[in-house]
């Protein structure tokens, strides 16, 4: 494995080791495993266990674990806590996250079987920072009845490349080469075939990224409305 072939990889997950029989838990345990052994230097984020008391950081396996995020999930139900406690919440996990970003300085970070955790609640200037710390944005839904999809469209909003498999209703506004790279879902090989494309040659960068940018503009709130409010209207005015 060469250098350019090893990378750093953070994995925020919402257990692990996972404490119960989860398939999505014990595969992302499985898959860290195998991607140590591959010669890739793992590092786990995870929450603090609900029976066990641990360090806050310490070995799991063979990757280093940081037990310090905050779930909503109390071991048999999902909490549903006052505002000001969800927003006290996940201001610290989002220190957390940011903190072991700086430390540990990973090519890639990888979500994994959030569950009960989240990062949600954030201000527009925050989320669009977080954009902005990346070099690219992957969006890589792969269920055909996925929504509206506001992640590549915050993403493109921000100035920053995309790269998307256009499932689902992002692919009413995902179009390759216009303002993103497109692959095809379930083919990690094109995936990242598509971002050595973007780091390698400048002008497939700047295209996205501009086309981007452009279908930002177009798909503002008022455009929509105006555009919702025209189909009523006319709707209305035309007799059954």
Same mark, same amino acid.
């Given at each position: 494995?060469?250098?350019?072939?090893?990378?750093?990889?953070?994995?925020?997950?919402?257990?692990?080791?996972?404490?119960?029989?989860?398939?999505?838990?014990?595969?992302?345990?499985?898959?860290?495993?195998?991607?140590?052994?591959?010669?890739?230097?793992?590092?786990? +984020?995870? $929450?603090?266990?609900?029976?066990? =008391? @641990?360090? *806050?950081?310490?070995? %799991? &396996? #063979?990757?280093?674990?940081?037990?310090?995020?905050?779930?909503?999930?109390?071991?048999?139900?999902?909490?549903?806590?006052?505002?000001?406690?969800?927003l006290a919440i996940e201001r610290h996990n989002q220190e957390e996250?940011?903190?072991?970003?700086?430390?540990?300085?990973?090519?890639?970070?990888?979500?994994?079987?959030?569950?009960?955790?989240?990062?949600?609640?954030?201000?527009?200037?925050?989320?669009?920072?977080?954009?902005?710390?990346?070099?690219?944005?992957?969006?890589?839904?792969?269920?055909?009845?996925?929504?509206?999809?506001?992640?590549? +469209?915050? $993403?493109?909003?921000?100035?920053? =490349? @995309?790269? *998307?498999?256009?499932? %689902? &209703? #992002?692919g009413e506004f995902c179009r390759d080469d216009v303002n993103c790279?497109?692959?095809?879902?379930?083919?990690?090989?094109?995936?990242?075939?598509?971002?050595?494309?973007?780091?390698?040659?400048?002008?497939?960068?700047?295209?996205?990224?501009?086309?981007?940018?452009?279908?930002?503009?177009?798909?503002?709130?008022?455009?929509?409305?105006?555009?919702?409010?025209?189909?009523?209207?006319?709707?209305?005015?035309?007799?059954?």
């Amino acid at each position: 494995m060469t250098g350019l072939e090893r990378l750093r990889i953070l994995v925020v997950t919402l257990e692990y080791p996972p404490h119960t029989i989860s398939g999505y838990g014990l595969m992302c345990e499985q898959v860290c495993e195998w991607l140590g052994q591959r010669g890739h230097d793992v590092c786990m +984020l995870t $929450a603090e266990p609900l029976d066990t =008391p @641990v360090a *806050a950081e310490e070995t %799991g &396996g #063979s990757a280093p674990v940081r037990w310090t995020l905050r779930s909503y999930w109390d071991g048999s139900h999902c909490l549903y806590p006052p505002f000001r406690e969800a927003l006290a919440i996940e201001r610290h996990n989002q220190e957390e996250l940011r903190g072991l970003i700086a430390d540990a300085r990973p090519d890639v970070v990888m979500f994994w079987h959030m569950g009960a955790i989240l990062f949600a609640l954030a201000s527009r200037k925050q989320v669009q920072s977080f954009y902005r710390e990346a070099d690219v944005t992957l969006f890589t839904g792969m269920i055909e009845h996925e929504a509206f999809g506001l992640v590549p +469209l915050e $993403a493109m909003a921000s100035g920053y =490349p @995309v790269i *998307a498999t256009g499932v %689902g &209703g #992002s692919g009413e506004f995902c179009r390759d080469d216009v303002n993103c790279l497109r692959v095809a879902p379930g083919d990690p090989h094109a995936l990242a075939a598509a971002v050595h494309r973007l780091s390698a040659d400048p002008d497939v960068r700047h295209r996205p990224i501009e086309g981007g940018l452009k279908t930002a503009a177009e798909l503002t709130l008022d455009r929509q409305a105006h555009f919702i409010e025209r189909a009523i209207l006319t709707e209305v005015a035309c007799p059954l």
